[in-house]
Every structure is written in structure tokens, then in C-alpha cells.
């Protein structure tokens, strides 16, 4: 059981590059989430899905986009990256109604843009 | 609009010592509360998810317990082992998402 699984694990990216991560769960969930992480910053959510073909803005959606055409992978795009976007990406996925059901993450994706 | 903190920021305890996580929150009309553990360069494992009809959850040397009327919830570790050295966060829900506080960070020392 893979559970959620985020591709790539590392990028190195160049200022203007464009780049998408990957998150598939294999657990029937409706609800997805991007969170990047920072020191000092805490869990901060871009963006986030309540079930196929929906999307929704989280605290810090600028400068991301997301789309979830298949209820099992949720994508988040950059499309002009810059050095603020240097984070750790985080999906996560869970079951049942907004503000129920356990929350289960990936391992993450660091993200380096120079 | 939900907002969850947690104190303290860091704990160094030595090894075999019980001790006590502590998460609240400010709005109480939550389904539920999660605790999770981060390891350095990991994601987060999801511990315990206590359900607001609860007020304990147990799992092995692990009690979590959810006091809504004072928006408290406690993580109790015990007999803590080098292994357990990580970052722990709980997380409320607040406008239909999860809202994190920024975690303890615990260290056990040998």
C-alpha cells in the first residue's frame, strides 16, 4: 500500500523555469492538499481539492497552479518559478468531509530554485 | 478563525522520562483533532486523530487527549526513548481545512 507518493523527491531549478509536481494516493480519498514548508514558517496550504475536478486557492496560491482531472493524482504547477518558491512540498490526502478524517502526507519534494 | 499553537517550541528530556506535549487552539467547534511526527527531511506520519466525542486516544507509550471547552489537547509520551526524537505537530481543523501549529521539537538524550 503506497498510500501517497510525490514525484519528483528533489529539483533544482533555474529562476523562470517551469516545472509540475506529481502527487498520486491510492486510498479513494476526495480531499488533497499542497502545503510547502519553511523554516520559521510553519505548514503554509497553496492550495487544495474536495474531490475530482475541483480546486480551490489555500493561504498562498500565488505564483502556483494546481489541477486535479483524475481524483487519484493531484498536480501543483509552477509556471515562472523564483527563489521564494525554494520550500519543501508537501501533498496530503484525506477521506470524509472538510474538517474530518485523518490527514496522511508524502515524503515530500524539496525544491531548490537559483 | 482557527489558530493553534504549541508550546514549547523545543524540549530536551533524558531517556526514560515521561513528559507532556502541549497544543491549543482557539476555536472549539472542531470534528476532531491530529497529532503527527516529523522526522528531519521526512513528511509527516499522522500518530493520533482524536474525534471530538473522545477525550483520550491511546496508541502503544502514546496518550492523546482533547479538552474542547479549553481548547487544549496534551500529547503524553512515556518512558521516552532516543527514537522518539523528532518534531511533533497537531492540527485543528478551521474553515474546512487543517490548521498546523508550528510544532515542538523533542529531543531525548541517551
Known amino acids: 500500500n503506497a498510500g501517497v507518493t510525490q514525484t519528483p523527491k528533489f529539483r533544482v531549478l533555474k529562476t523562470g523555469q517551469s516545472m509540475t509536481l506529481l502527487c498520486a494516493q491510492d486510498m479513494n480519498h476526495e480531499y488533497m492538499y499542497w502545503y510547502r514548508q519553511d523554516p520559521g514558517m510553519g505548514l503554509r496550504l497553496i492550495h487544495y481539492?474536495?474531490?475530482?475536478?475541483?480546486?480551490a486557492k489555500g493561504e498562498v496560491p500565488d505564483g502556483y497552479n494546481v489541477s486535479r482531472l483524475k481524483k487519484q493524482n493531484f498536480l501543483l504547477g509552477l509556471e515562472s518559478a523564483a527563489p521564494s518558491q525554494t520550500s519543501v512540498y508537501f501533498c496530503?490526502?484525506?477521506?470524509?468531509?472538510?474538517?474530518?478524517?485523518?490527514?496522511?502526507f508524502g515524503e515530500g519534494s524539496r525544491l531548490t530554485v537559483l | 478563525k482557527q489558530e493553534v499553537t504549541q508550546i514549547p517550541a523545543a524540549l530536551s528530556v533524558p531517556e526514560g522520562e515521561n513528559l507532556v506535549l502541549n497544543c491549543s487552539f482557539t476555536d472549539s467547534a472542531i470534528y476532531n483533532l491530529q497529532w503527527f511526527r516529523q522526522d528531519p527531511g521526512k513528511g509527516l506520519t499522522s500518530l493520533l486523530l482524536?474525534?471530538?466525542?473522545?477525550r483520550e486516544q491511546t496508541s502503544g507509550r502514546l496518550n492523546a487527549s482533547l479538552d474542547k471547552s479549553s481548547g487544549r489537547s496534551t500529547l503524553y509520551i512515556a518512558a521516552s526513548q532516543p527514537g522518539d526524537s523528532a518534531t511533533y505537530l497537531c492540527?485543528?481543523?478551521?474553515?474546512?481545512?487543517?490548521?498546523f501549529g508550528q510544532g515542538t521539537e523533542l529531543s531525548v538524550k541517551p
Open positions: 482524536i474525534q471530538s466525542s473522545q
Open positions: 481539492s474536495v474531490g475530482e475536478g475541483t480546486t
Open positions: 496530503a490526502s484525506k477521506k470524509g468531509l472538510a474538517g474530518t478524517g485523518e490527514l496522511f
Open positions: 492540527a485543528a481543523p478551521g474553515g474546512g481545512k487543517l490548521i
